[in-house]
């Protein structure tokens, strides 16, 4: 079956209403719902008991604003077109909890992988709201390993992005717009799995010279730490953390989700990236990699938001079906 008819609703549809029926936001947290929907367009959304504080674009079914009173609000959500109308009451809790359904979304590695841009993440946010996987719940645009450059370590602290992303806050703010949401990579160690530079330093001085290749050994240009993997390995440790300068900067670009990417996924690290996100600001949900040990698992629970638990996904049909269906 072709894709576009499984995305597409039969022409002269009446509205369905899909995605989650609650949603969990931190008081004073920046609020960015995309109500999915189905139907002939166009759709009208209304919402009777809006609380105040957030607004309805009534024409794209996306919710805007901020609330400050930890509280739970019952929103009666109608969706109409010409040939008839679609109801649902959703929640909205303020309060502790964020990412109370699962996230949907769409990760960069395994189609850009090294040579992920700006450029193409604004391509393909564009792709998933043009399709219709927008109006299933589809809502996480992330970018994996890759975006980092050099860390400003004069003035913000922060890790900033290597030419392939002139403009963050510019992306995440076209990509909002969308009714979408953006996710990052990042690591606690010195340098990430592919060769670029981590959430740590190795000295105060963030001098990486000892480490960085020559462009002939690098895969991509803005890969500093080369090809092969021995080279890469010897970066896989734990410096001077950074974390909270990269957590505030992401808030200010407007970034909604962190994939967090070590081996093995140890206690002080998650607490740690757990309180800066918790603290920043903004709402970004906190993802782990797939190392985590069943003995910290437990307790490191209240931290994050989910965490893996299979091999890297690749496009082969025994691969998708190993991790599908025989987990």
């Known amino acids: ?51 105040q504080g957030l607004s309805l674009d009534s024409q794209t079914g996306i919710i805007r604003g901020g609330l400050s009173e930890a509280k739970t609000f019952l929103l009666q959500l109608t969706v109409s077109n010409s040939l008839g109308k679609s109801e649902r009451t959703i929640k909205i809790i303020v309060g502790d909890t964020i990412c109370l359904t699962p996230p949907m979304g769409w990760n960069s590695w395994y189609v850009y992988s090294l040579w992920v841009s700006q450029n193409k993440i604004e391509r393909t946010a564009q792709a998933m709201h043009d399709s219709g996987l927008i109006d299933h719940g589809w809502s996480y645009v992330n970018i994996d390993d890759g975006w980092q450059g050099f860390r400003d370590i004069e003035r913000t602290k922060a890790l900033l992005p290597n030419p392939k992303f002139p403009d963050m806050g510019a992306m995440c703010e076209k990509i909002h717009n969308l009714g979408l949401k953006v996710g990052i990579y990042s690591t606690p160690w010195v340098g990430s799995y592919a060769g670029y530079i981590g959430g740590s330093i190795p000295n ?4 990486y010279s000892k480490w960085i290749v020559p462009d002939e050994s690098r895969l991509e240009k803005n890969q500093l730490f080369g090809n092969p993997i021995w080279r890469r390995k010897k970066l896989w440790f734990f410096g001077q953390d950074m974390s909270q300068y990269d957590v505030a900067q992401w808030a200010e670009w407007g970034i909604d989700l962190l994939k967090y990417d070590w081996n093995p996924n140890d206690e002080p690290h998650i607490i740690k990236m757990g309180e800066y996100l918790h603290n920043c600001g903004r709402d970004i949900v906190y993802s782990l990699s797939n190392t985590i040990p069943f003995s910290v698992a437990q307790k490191n629970i209240p931290y994050v938001n989910l965490w893996r638990t299979t091999w890297d996904i690749m496009d082969y049909w025994i691969v998708m079906a190993w991790i599908g269906f025989l987990q």
């Open 204 to 207: 105060a001085n963030s001098d």
């Open 1 to 51: 079956m072709h894709e576009d008819k499984i995305l597409t609703p039969p022409i002269g549809s009446e509205p369905r209403i899909n995605g989650p029926k609650v949603f969990g936001i931190r008081p004073n947290s920046p609020v960015l719902i995309k109500i999915p929907a189905t139907g002939a367009k166009p759709l009208h959304y209304l919402i009777k008991n809006l609380p």
